[in-house]
């Protein structure tokens, strides 16, 4: 399950089955800051918040890979949520699951 917001906008709850993809469909300016929330398990009990986006060049580059046009790619796992974070594609563990 996920949820993503930036400032006044938000998406709706949204229920993925496994390997299904994402996309949220949020506006990105100078300062955009987009935090998501992802429930998985029985009952989502594991949960994780985190910041998806921000329009800073330091998050682009570091964990972004400074992809263009300001695109950064998550990919969730058993053990946590990974970013591709460089432009060589390699996925990086940046979050683990609450419990």
Not at 6 to 33: H, M, N, Y
Not at 76 to 98: C, E, F, H, I, S
Request: charged share 20%.
């Amino acid at each position: 399950m996920v949820q993503c917001r930036s400032g006044q906008e938000s998406t709706r709850v949204v229920f993925l089955a496994f390997s299904d993809v994402f996309k949220a469909p949020l506006r990105i300016g100078f300062k955009t800051l987009i935090w998501c929330t992802l429930w998985k398990g029985p009952d989502f009990k594991h949960h994780v918040s985190f910041d998806a986006f921000v329009g800073k060049e330091s998050f682009i580059h570091d964990v972004c890979g400074s992809m263009k046009p300001n695109i950064c790619f998550w990919q969730v796992q058993d053990d946590g949520v990974w970013a591709r974070n460089n432009p060589t594609g390699a996925l990086k563990l940046m979050y683990k699951w609450n419990k």
